[in-house]
Nanobody
Framework: QVRLVESGGGLAQPGGSLTLSCTAS????????MGWYRQAPGTQRELVAA???????NYADSVKGRFTCSRDHANSMVYLHMNRLKPEDTAVYYC???????????????WGQGTQVTVSS
């Protein structure tokens, strides 16, 4: 079982910045992909950004050039640096990871509890 703990959400003004962090702990062999999704009221959860085990980073078009996702592989952490925030970035942000079970070798999907990000003046 993998536990993800997020921190760093809150209120920001349009044009402002926030940084989210997430730490994975528990029983796993390897962390494959680690990243962030978000869900605004009345919408489906969507990928924001994710970093694969080889360091490849994928971003949603809506955040390219404004958000940076980075990983600390040694400490099983992932960050989301959000700049030039817009009201439409308001959502609950969820940390996500794909991790390999040490016993079965299977890959499971794990989610954090979510952290609220609100962008408003």
């Amino acid at each position: 079982q993998v536990r993800l703990v997020e921190s760093g959400g809150g209120l920001a003004q349009p044009g402002g910045s926030l940084t989210l962090s997430c730490t994975a702990s528990g029983n796993f062999l390897t962390i494959e992909t680690m990243g962030w999704y978000r869900q605004a009221p009345g919408t489906q959860r969507e990928l924001v950004a994710a970093v694969t085990s080889d360091g490849t980073t994928n971003y949603a078009d809506s955040v390219k050039g404004r958000f940076t996702c980075s990983r600390d592989h040694a400490n099983s952490m992932v960050y989301l640096h959000m700049n030039r925030l817009k009201p439409e970035d308001t959502a609950v942000y969820y940390c996500h990871t794909e991790a390999t079970d040490p016993f079965s070798g299977g890959v499971g999907n794990y989610w954090g509890q979510g952290t609220q990000v609100t962008v408003s003046s």
